[in-house]
């Protein structure tokens, strides 16, 4: 038998268009919406189930292209990387996925994750295990010397349970991706560039041009979507080049980048959130910068503004990514930071904002997925807000706004909250986070008896 829904909405923002519709209807069949129509064309059904969201502002659920599932809202890199098994951090990305769903995002894509973690996730989301987004998967990043995820020394290397897998050469790259492919992964993760600069203060690219075509059209023969992180003008510049489906940050591109994204309709996500929360949060008052502001990734941001600008004056297709999954951004918190940022600083208005947020992060996720759009033949994912984020989008970031989040035609029960931080990641060793000598300890209003003069 079929199940079928009617979701009354009083306004309607259906992903698409620039248009607002008033007193709508999706009928959804088994989770799949079959008909959008006026309210007055739809009449009660006994063979309905009714959801009444007519005073209330409906969109799709909303989809963030960078939540790193695996990551447990870490305070550092080591914590990502070495100190909890695999197995406890599939166990952990449960618990996460669910509030990220809770916060309004019934899809994700979580890019780079160590071992088959969030494959795990999303598989056990599917099976109906748990409660949690549609996830498009990748393994760890594939990386060079020069790479993001190869932070340690050498005599470290890269570690099994590290977000990277290290390759040394074409050869390398190929199989890594091949076997990714083969472990079931809906993406694949390039990570086209690191922390390395020349002295002109350039990030130089991870992988040459070649090496980075090469990569792709494996990606791409295999049926798979090319994703990678490059910051610096070269890695996008090459990134662009090699026709990778999506870029994240692209801080740094220039017009050349910028010409080959758009040769190849390439996507960009910017993930501003990440920088931006490191700018309003950590700089003024976290003590362990107090004194010594850290000003790089306030550069970056301002930056990235003004490139990403032309950007989207070029027509570049531009979804929502937060890097979400740091302790700067923990899950199902800061995701809807993003649509606020694009609205105040990129010049989107809030409807553009609500499409990056929605259909046009649909197309870089799994394919059989249909998501992002409330029409038919669409999931019948929606999220039912007290309140008009075509005039504040900030409200998105109001739980107390969110009304209700639907998957697949059905209500999900909001997520528990609280857990134990300290039981969960922040496993690095840390002792201090000052540097305690005389001077500061006096700064500080301490006088130990020894330091009477
Ligand atoms: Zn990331």
Known sequence: MTDTTYIRCGKLFPGVGDTVLENQTIV??????????????????????????SR??????????????????????EDIDLYSSLEFRAVRGVFFAHQVLSSGFTTIGAPGDSGMVSRAVRDAIDAGLFQGPRIAAAGPYITSRQGLTDWYPTWIGVPTTSIGRLVTNRDEAIEEIRKQVKEGVDTVKIAMDGILRRPNGELVAAFT?????????????????????????????????????????????????LEAVVA??????????????????VEPQDPAFRERRNSVWRTEFESAVENLQKVKKAGVPMPIGTDSGFALTPFGEWHARELEIFVDYMGFTPIEALRAATSVGANLVRPSDRVGTLASGFQADVVALDGDPSKNISILLDRSKMKSVLKGGKVTPPAKREYDPGK???FTQVISSELYTRERVSKLGYRAPSMHH
Not at 56 to 67: A, E, K, S, W
Not at 220 to 236: D, F, S, V, Y
């Open 28 to 53: 959804a069949e088994d989770g799949i919406i079959t008909r959008v129509a006026p309210s007055k064309d739809i009449p009660k059904s006994a063979d309905a189930t009714e959801q009444d969201f």
């Open 56 to 77: 209330n502002f409906v969109i799709p659920g909303m989809i963030d292209l960078h939540t790193h599932l695996a990551y447990g809202n870490a305070k550092t890199e």
């Open 209 to 257: 041009l070649d090496e980075t075509k090469a990569m792709v059209d494996e990606i791409h023969r295999l049926g798979k979507i090319a994703i990678t992180h490059a910051r610096g003008r070269e890695a996008t510049l090459y990134a662009g080049k090699a026709g990778v489906d999506l870029i994240f940050h692209a801080s740094e591109i220039d017009d050349e980048g």
């Open 424 to 426: 969960v990641s922040d």
């Open 264 to 281: 190849n309709k390439c996507s960009i996500c910017p993930t501003f959130t990440l920088l931006r929360n490191y700018v309003d949060f």
